[in-house]
């Protein structure tokens, strides 16, 4: 399955893993790469240093690529941005903001830089800005969101954009993979099923709750202070809801999710916890490797897309 993402990245399949903020360390992002995938180190809040052993720990597991995420609301973001291109990474994604200020750095050092985006216009800036392809993330996903649905972003990002595109936000199985295909991407960008991996070193307690989860699980706070977070419903979304509705001030409410994703992640603290999954986690049903998630997904979008109509 060859795309122009496949030969930038020099990967076997159009699959990246999401950055995802505890979750995405190097034991998955390596065994998302070995798997024929782009694996990711989540940079997240992490500094500088913590990020420069993730990355030498996944070369230590894997010759093929491990990209990394930046986290563009990370104050640390600067330093990390540096510390990248010193580790030998090639391949950035970044989230959460414009990574602008980064481009010449990285493009002078060699780095493909894949910004996520949100909307249109942020698709067209980062391909003025160099980038070498967008990932289009819809409303669907966990964590941090925009507005727009992947459905109607996909096509319209794809339209505006010559750099290839990748779809993110609601993607779990072949029949998402084919769709986006269907809408104009050239790979797809998942985070949910990879958090479920049977290398992934999230606590078992969070991914029970997305294997558990129904299509309604899903809840997101921070829309009144322009944060808008994606996780599982729990005791902890329903109170910020409730203090979001009284209009108890972003400061306040702040103190409620501090630390609450490393709660879940590492603790297993489903209650008071952050669940950070998207709005797919009804279809995960089930513990896999990296490489049956992988080889099952391609497997079924094969024979999606190869159908006689
Ligand atoms: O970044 C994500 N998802 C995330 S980051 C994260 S860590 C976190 N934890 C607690 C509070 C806040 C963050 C958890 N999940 N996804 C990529 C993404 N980027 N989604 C949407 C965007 C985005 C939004 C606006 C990208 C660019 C953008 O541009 C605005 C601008 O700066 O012009």
Redesign the pocket.
Known sequence: MKTRITELLGIEYPVIQ????WVAEYHLAAAVSEAGGLGLIGA??APPEIVREQIREAKKLTDKPVGV?I???NPNAEEVAKAVVEEGVKVVT?????PGKFMEMWKNAGVKVI?????VA?AK?MERAGADAV?A?GME??????EATTMTLVPQVADAVNVPVVA?GGIADGRGFAASIMLGAEAVQMGTVFVTAKESIVHSNYKQKIIGAKDIDSEVT?RSHG?P?RSIRNKMTREYLKLEQQGVPFEELEQL?LGS?RKAVMDGDITNG?I?AGQIAGLIKEEKSCKDIIHDIIVQAETLLNKQW
Do not use: K
């Open positions: 999401g950055g995802m903020a997240a809040s995420n986290m563009l609301l970044t989230g959460a903001g414009n910004p996520v985006v949100a909307s942020m800036l990932i993330e996903s966990g964590g941090h969101i925009g993110a921070g944060h977070i999710t994703l952050s950070m």
